[in-house]
């Protein structure tokens, strides 16, 4: 009798240390995933403005920062060029 009783607490050691398992196996899938989505979406968004350029309250933002440092600035279009590293107006 005493045998069968430590049989049960061993399989029920065993269930919890394999649900245990299998909580961290998704929770590393899940992440995982979130990842590779967000490596993704930040390499669409950098092809988006090398391609496009800023968006028109971004340039706006960056010339006001120059003028405030001193530069004066105009331009037409400002992109965002990968093999530079930087903008490029």
Do not use: D, H
Not at 26 to 47: D, F, K, P, Q, S
């Amino acid at each position: 009798m005493a045998e069968s009783a430590t049989g049960n607490r061993t399989q029920e050691a065993k269930l919890k240390a394999g649900r245990g398992r299998r909580i961290l196996r998704i929770c590393i899938r899940v992440l995982r995933v979130t990842l590779v989505v967000a490596v993704i979406v930040i390499a669409a968004c950098l092809m988006y403005l090398a391609q496009v350029g800023l968006p028109p309250r971004m340039q706006e933002q960056l010339t006001a920062r120059l003028r405030q440092q001193g530069w004066e600035i105009q331009f037409s279009k400002m992109r965002l060029s990968l093999s530079r590293m930087g903008i490029v107006a």
